[in-house]
């Protein structure tokens, strides 16, 4: 029983996993900063070009020229 605990100390296959869960975790919480930031972002130009599109005139007749 006292070699089976040793070897089970010894032992580094679970540390691979260790590692890929501890760098996956990274690149998923950078993945959904950036997320954030971005959607920010486009927010914020959405809004202004709304606010732009709703302030344009727009003609809905047309205007005959008789001079020619």
């Known amino acids: 029983m006292l070699n089976w605990i040793k070897?089970?100390?010894?032992?580094?296959?679970?540390?691979?996993?260790?590692?890929?869960?501890?760098?996956?975790?990274?690149?998923i919480s950078l993945a959904l900063a950036a997320v954030g930031v971005i959607t920010d972002g486009t927010e914020d130009i959405s809004g202004d070009v709304d606010s732009k599109?709703?302030?344009?005139?727009?003609?809905t007749s047309f205007e005959s020229d008789d001079s020619v």
């Open 7 to 27: 070897s089970f100390a010894l032992e580094e296959d679970g540390a691979v996993t260790v590692d890929w869960v501890i760098l996956s975790a990274g690149v």
């Open 53 to 59: 599109l709703k302030s344009q005139l727009i003609s």
